[in-house]
């Protein structure tokens, strides 16, 4: 079915089937497609921005869906507060960083797909994808296609997103190694961060394997992958991760903005391995669970 027209201009389409979806995105090059239009809304209102068509795929119903599985299935239609409701006790970490995400107008409105197709690098949702190898379903006019959400990203604002796909759904693993998110903003509530980052270990006595992404810190969110080298076989210390933050430093060369200086955000990017070990592991009664959290116990 098609819900089609024009408005102020532009053509406006609101199909009830993901098929006249990709149709359409294919037949209109250079489409919008908006949900919750947190950012289009904020392009049309302050920067006068037109589109020759715009795609809205509210209707859709079969990208409603949120359920458990091997991953968490999120449609393209789940807002940002059903999905935080859901994760709270799935993901504690990432519900806690989405309790700080914007207001909780912007989560009732936006979604969790529309922050992956925005491309931000300081999106606050992106560092825990990257670490946890979330991966994306694509749907254009061939049919569907599954691929890691890191490999969507290929410069800023450029996907691998053909002409006539649109992400239809996400599938995020839950994780249940040591893991901290951390968010760096000038206000703790509804700010745009300077600085993201995703930590992620599982230890066994040493460091089995480390994943982390920062995000702020280039062009896209990124993964560290010379941190990552340098920690796996270590034993959690302070000084390991010290070491760690020199190396993250000398890793990333982000760039000035009126959220932060490059050397405000080297600062942070060195600081922030620092501060994670502090959290994880500096109490002597302390040690990482396999969920995240930290259990106490006796001395």
């Not at 089609?4 to 294919?26: L, N």
């Not at 270590?234 to 760690?244: H, M, N, V, Y």
């Not at 922030?272 to 502090?278: A, E, Q, T």
């Amino acid at each position: 079915m098609r819900g089609e027209g024009r408005v102020r201009g532009y053509q406006f389409f609101a199909p009830t089937a993901i098929h006249d979806a990709v149709r359409f995105k294919a037949e209109n090059p250079g489409c919008t497609i908006i949900q919750g239009a947190t950012d289009v809304g904020v392009w049309v209102t302050k920067r006068a921005f037109t589109a020759p068509a715009m795609l809205y795929l509210g209707k859709i119903e079969e990208l409603n869906e949120l359920k458990d599985g091997a991953s968490i299935t999120v449609g393209a239609n789940v807002s940002l507060a059903a999905f935080e409701v859901f994760i709270r006790d799935r993901i504690p970490e990432l519900y806690r960083i989405l309790n700080v995400f914007g207001s909780p107008q912007i989560r009732c409105a936006g979604t969790l797909v529309g922050n992956i197709a925005n491309g931000s690098p300081i999106g606050d949702t992106l560092p825990y994808l990257f670490v946890a190898d979330a991966q994306l379903e694509l749907a254009g006019t061939t049919g569907t296609r599954v691929i890691p959400v890191a490999s969507f990203y290929r410069g800023y604002k450029k996907f691998d997103l053909k002409p006539d796909e649109i992400i239809t759904r996400a599938f995020i693993p839950v994780v249940k190694d040591t893991l901290k998110l951390y968010k760096v903003s000038r206000r703790r509530d509804l700010d745009i961060s300077a600085f993201t980052a995703a930590i992620r270990l599982r230890v066994n006595g040493r460091i089995e394997e480390a994943r982390i992404a920062y995000g702020g810190v280039a062009p896209t969110v990124v993964r560290m992958p010379k941190v990552e080298k340098f920690l796996t076989g270590k034993s959690p210390l302070l000084e390991t991760f010290q070491r760690a933050g020199a190396i993250a430093r000398a890793e990333i060369k982000p760039i000035t903005d009126v959220r932060g200086s490059a050397d405000y955000r080297l600062q942070l990017a060195e600081n922030i391995l620092s501060k994670f070990w502090h959290e994880a592991f500096r109490s002597s009664g302390t040690r990482p669970s396999h969920d995240g959290c930290r259990q106490e116990h006796p001395a």
